[in-house]
């Protein structure tokens, strides 16, 4: 066929078909339709049968299950369809579709993806629609888009509606949240039921707020025993369980404030009850931390945020005071509506007292076999979760290696540029996440704090706090205040400090050595007291 010939063919092919391959492009608004419907099927059946009345040769389904409108770009059959458009610049496509509302049921998007395809020389043909550029076909085509905009618009209203309502009657109506499966009930219709997730969520739940499992990483190294969850190391579940700790679901509530669901009861079991939640969530808020240590602390005022007025229980606040010839360091109460307001006491005579309360908290040399029974406990824990890690750490450096090789061997066969890039970033990423996965568990089992020194040290605090303070510098002193005692310390200007602050770590030693070996509550509690202490260890080896 001349040159000529062709340009007079396909002046008068008013189908624009000259020449080109058959794409067809198949859309259902869920994946729901997708795998139990038959929507994708008979789009591409009525398609394949408007190819052959062109004449034009099928190439190539791109079946979509993607939802909602928005950027055409986000919809990953679409995606692959301009990708694979783009791979074939020798190609000439027709991209064909079944209705005006699969293409796009957005305006903007709508003419930003027939823009895409014109500067493809790609040709569009809708089976329910005629595509004409002229003024008044785009005027048409504008009208028709924008319904499709305001169907999907409404039917989004409608369903946010119809979940709202399901909410505020107490159910769940989204996907089923970890310890719960969503099952149809004849009454009930769709609701949430405890698994043996859930029922392996309780016991963690009900063990923390015992304080049998002090920290979170415990808690989720405790469910990660179970089975509750399976795939990564404790320590990377902290984020979720910290969301399930404050979700009121778990304890049988219902709750939504995006769309303004206030919290009510719901309709399913909870895995706890409403009083255990809110203590839990008590225990981990901020102030029950470490956190609780100021910025602003002073080697001047090393007490400072330590302190509450005895009257009040507001903080004392420590400042210099002028005299005729030299500055003095006092703590005083600052709050206008107490009674000793501006009744300061000399900083050295308050620091002083402080040193008789640690320096009389000394345990009897008695108490050492007690020390280290504990201590032998706590630390064979600490090793063998220690280790059990890093054997799942070897386990996956092997599944990552073999990934490497995979893409190693993907990357060498392909000529493919942008899939060879592709390929080298996942590459890269595997080998950053192998060159991580060492520290990222913190372990206790490590050659620079041996047994014999983290005994010697922990024993050493625990004897002699108040010679383990004078070796520390003022950020460690003050996180050494809150593993010594249980809260802040009383103050009186007139009397001092009161008698009864004993430090938390001594009257458990002393209740256990008075009582019962065999009992377990107080074995438990001292247990539970070595954890921070294992921990201020290893942070501060200057104990």
Known sequence: MSRKTKKVIEKYDINNTLGREGLIYARV??????????????????????????????????????????????????????????????????VIF??????????????????????????????????????????????????????RHQNRRQVIQKMKARLEAGYWTFGS???YDIIKDPIHGKIAVINDEGRMLKEGLEKFANRDLIRKVDLCRFLVEKGFWKKQKPERYID????????????????????????????????????????????????NEIKRIRKDISEDFPLRGLLV???????????????????????????????????????EIVLKNFFKILKNSSLNNKIDKVIINIFDRVWNDEINSFKKNEENNEKEKIVLEEKIRSLTDMVIKTDNQKLKEIYEKQIEKIVNKMENINSEFLGLYKDDIPYRTALDKSLGLLKSPY?????????????????????????????????????????????FATANTHDVDTKQNLTNQFIPLLEFVKRWGSV
């Open 29 to 94: 608004s869920s994946p729901r339709q997708k795998t139990e419907g038959h929507g994708l099927e008979s789009q591409e059946g009525r398609c394949r049968i408007e190819l052959r009345r062109l004449n034009v040769p099928y190439v190539k389904t791109f079946p979509d299950s993607y939802s909602g409108g928005g950027d055409f770009m986000e919809r990953p059959a679409m995606k692959e369809l301009l990708n694979y458009i783009d791979k074939n610049p020798h190609k000439k496509f027709l």
């Open 98 to 151: 079944d209705d005006l509302k699969r293409f796009a049921r957005d305006t903007e998007f709508h003419f930003k993806l027939r823009t895409a395809f014109k500067s493809r020389n790609v040709s569009l043909r809708c089976l329910n629609y005629n595509f004409d550029d002229t003024p008044e076909g785009r005027f048409v085509e504008t009208i028709m888009a924008g319904q499709a905009e305001l169907e």
């Open 177 to 179: 949240k970890k310890g």
């Open 240 to 287: 979720k369980i910290t969301h399930i700790l404050q979700d009121c679901f778990y304890c049988g509530d219902i709750e939504y404030p995006e769309w303004e669901v206030t919290r009510r009861k719901g309709q399913h079991e909870g895995i706890i009850d409403p009083k255990t939640l809110r203590f839990i969530q008590e225990l981990i808020k901020p102030k």
């Open 309 to 347: 007025c005895e009257n009040c229980h507001s903080h004392l606040t420590g400042a210099w005071s002028k005299g005729r010839k030299n500055k003095y360091p006092y703590y005083f109460c600052q709050n206008s509506s107490c009674s000793y307001k501006g009744k300061s006491v000399n900083a």
């Open 467 to 511: 010679f383990a303070w004078q070796k520390l510098n003022i950020k460690e002193q003050q996180e050494l205040f809150f593993f010594i005692f249980e809260e802040k310390l009383s103050h009186n200007p007139k009397t001092g400090y009161r008698t009864d602050n004993i430090p938390y770590s001594k009257r458990l030693f002393e209740e």
